[in-house]
Every structure is written in structure tokens, then in C-alpha cells.
């Protein structure tokens, strides 16, 4: 296993706290603190997939709808996307949502 993804999620959770960097993998912070304290008892896999897909790329993702994002930014628009749907009678907003619900990001 690399220790790579795990620095990066180490600096993450140290800079904007393990409560904020769960919410912006998809995971619980309980998860995030059991990876960062070595005692999680599942593979890592799927969790280093997610921190190298979300904080590998100098901490941007990239949204086909909105360009480069932070992970906060990403993490916000997909939950506004996901509560409001298509009842929105807004272009852009029913654009953000049908991009958000392809996301492999975000499943």
C-alpha cells in the first residue's frame, strides 16, 4: 500500500479537519479517523481511490459543467443538485444536476 494517499488525506484532515474531508470523500469521519489511526478494518482501497480522485490533483476536480472545482465547491453543488433535482425550472441548475447524478465521483 502507498503512503502517498495517505499523506495527502493526513494534510486534509489536519487542515480542514476530518469532519470536512469525510463529507467531501462521501465517508463517515469515523471512517477517516480509523484510516488515519491505521485501524480500519476493511481495505483502504475504494478510500485511496476516492482521496487520489478528489485531493490527487492539486486538490481541483473537474466538473464538466462548472471547470475546475474544489472539493468543498464539488461536495456542495452535488448535494444542491441531488435535493433539488429537476424541479428546478433553471437551465443551468437541471445542466448541474444531470452532470452530478453521472459523477463517478460522487456514487
Known sequence: ????????????????????????????????????????????????????????????????ELGEVTPATCVACWERAHKIGVRCGNPATIRLHKACMKCDLRK
Not at 470536512?20 to 480509523?34: D, F, K, N, Y
Request: hydrophobic content about 45%; proline content about 3%.
Open 1 to 64: 500500500m502507498s503512503d502517498f494517499w495517505l499523506e495527502i488525506l493526513r494534510r486534509q484532515a489536519e487542515a480542514n479537519g476530518r469532519s470536512t474531508v469525510a463529507r467531501e470523500l462521501g465517508v463517515s469521519a469515523s471512517t477517516i479517523s480509523l484510516v488515519l489511526a491505521d485501524k480500519y478494518p476493511a481495505a483502504t482501497d475504494s478510500i485511496e481511490a476516492r482521496v487520489m480522485a478528489i485531493y490527487g490533483r492539486d486538490g481541483l476536480i473537474h466538473c464538466p
